[in-house]
């Protein structure tokens, strides 16, 4: 799923999204409440009317963004209050005003309040963090209302303690969510306890509900967690990345402002149908990402999630051939190269995304 | 004809600009010549092969930038030495190298090197401008090797001063140019000397040549140059304004960050098929430019560059139809709100564009 914070993918219209190949846009409730507000939008129609994007939407509930707001926020039973990184003014967030907000502006699917709590964390404050996401889980379900319109996805929380994943999937399976999400990773933690997360979570969430693994992340990391049984993906690293140069490829990475870039007249990925393969070369977004002209961006964004959702497109095909084992190995031998890991939510890369 | 100075419209892919209805594309030698550099371009294949832009492309010689660099440049009769304003490196123009360097990139039409003198300048200091870019003229025409490749445009200098203007047309004429261009306008004249200057001159040049001002500018100026019998338009404005929030409709000019936009679900031009009109509304494209979302200008510049291109497809569907009288006065009624009128030449705003 492209991430369109503010609704949005940076430097990409609503066309040429779909023309990507993009089925689904998520857009962020922390960064729609501050702006435009939740009343502009759903005196607009709400949020398909408003941003022009004709496919389903989902929202983040904003929790992993209040999380990183730091002494900024404070958090009690009832909720949290936090200030704007905008403007300073206050907002507050409940269980319920989050899904309340979500199904106001008629996303498809909505999700609940949670805590993210940094890596790494002691046992301890894990735990509290983890009884407080449960607990409003159960209250953001008591709260939703629109069963036929808006989806509610739950998100485990619990760190890197097995324990607490575990207890989280089985009692968050109870509420009958209409999906599931395992929350709390890609904060920082090493990629072998990330996929230890995924590995005791996703084979615990209800097999007849969609499973969404947040903000993963690397091809490498996608495909283990799709043999784990995660259906749904979101990060903003290929955006992101194409916006410093970064341009995922078949054959690996490439970073387009280095001059061996210079004259090569390659399309970025051979194989590739997005318009600077088709059209460019390696050599003119090379030129364009050393002048540092917003077309490079354009370029390089449509690239990269047209990657993505190629990756994609070829995972579901795997899944429905039964070869989703056999293409394991060499996808993930290849992808070794991949470089520039961070934390795909980190707040300070280009703003709070 | 749209302005991609380094090879692509910014923020705008090859196919996005020929969805917009653009059929010709204009870049410019001084910036390509300092950056990728001519060897690379001609290297690739020519200015097509290596930017992907499928359709005929127009190089200006970049005349006015280097006389924009005032004290980065020295003149001679021979030609002109300049430092590129990215690493002061020295560069030299002459007339038989700005035609062998647009020869060299395969350029459907190249522009001869002309010396652009600012507004106001005094008669004796036009006049010896005057006579070194019609000199320049005659050796470019001499140095032009490839008649069925390129075209060779000349162009048409003398500032304000009908004398020169006039003798100027008649002896580029016989020289046998492909095309002929209106230089040494937009460059802060008034509009009403800008526009005595197109009727001066524009009759003069051969009836069975294209003719083209350079630089021009607003849909008033456009259609008033229509009607002295003007073919060719260039102008940064669409883009440049586009990137500042400034919207040309068919009812006038919006400013998109103003708050009367933030509730608004109009499209910003209901006769537009751009993507932004078509998908999004003005609230929406508002919110994106608050945020200073690059998708932002991305969709404003797409809208722009298509006004701009929908107007000049209604001119040449008037003049087809004999209607372009009945056009005038409309049209020009309905665009004197049109604000942020500055040289469209100014180097001083976005770089060397």
């Known amino acids: 799923m492209p991430v369109g914070t503010l609704g949005a993918v940076k430097g990409v219209t609503p066309p040429a999204l779909e023309e990507a190949g993009a089925a689904i846009l998520l857009a962020n409730l922390y960064h729609l409440t501050l702006r435009p507000g939740i009343d502009v939008i759903e005196r607009l129609g709400g949020l398909q009317a408003f941003t022009g994007w004709g496919g389903p939407m989902i929202t983040d509930s904003g929790g992993f963004q209040v999380w990183s707001l730091g002494a900024l926020r404070s958090v009690d039973t009832d909720g949290v209050t936090f200030r704007s990184h905008l403007d300073g003014s206050p907002v507050r967030f409940t269980p319920e005003s989050v899904v309340a907000s979500q199904e106001r502006m008629g996303v498809d699917i909505a999700m609940v309040l949670d805590e993210c709590p940094p890596w790494p964390i002691d046992p301890a404050a894990a735990a509290a963090s983890w009884e407080r996401t449960l607990g409003w889980a159960r209250r953001a379900r008591q709260a939703w209302r629109r069963e036929d319109a808006t989806g509610l996805f739950g998100i485990v929380q619990g760190s890197v303690y097995r324990g607490l994943r575990e207890r989280a999937a089985g009692e968050l399976a109870e509420l009958d969510f209409a999906g599931y999400a395992i929350g709390g990773v890609s904060v920082g933690e090493p990629s072998p306890e990330r996929r230890t997360v995924v590995e005791w979570t996703a084979p615990l969430l209800p097999a007849d509900r969609p499973r969404y693994l947040m903000g993963v992340g690397y091809p490498e990391d996608i495909l283990h967690a799709v043999l784990q049984g995660v259906d749904l993906f979101d990060c903003v690293l290929p955006a992101r990345n194409a916006r410093h140069g970064v341009l995922f490829t078949r054959e690996g990475v490439l970073k387009i402002k280095n001059a061996r870039f210079r004259d090569d007249p390659a399309p970025l990925d051979a194989e590739c149908g997005c318009p600077a393969c088709t059209r460019g070369s390696r050599a003119f977004l090379h030129h ?9 961006a354009v370029l390089a964004t449509l690239h990269n999630v047209r990657f993505y959702l190629d990756f994609m497109a070829g995972l579901r095909q795997s899944i429905t051939l039964g070869t989703l084992s056999d293409l394991a ?9 991949y470089e520039h890991r961070s934390s795909t939510q980190d707040p300070s890369a280009g703003g709070l995304t």
Request: hydrophobic residues 50%.
């Open 288 to 296: 364009l990402a050393r002048a540092g002209e917003i077309t490079a």
């Open 329 to 337: 190995a060499p996808r993930a031998a290849r992808s070794i190269p």
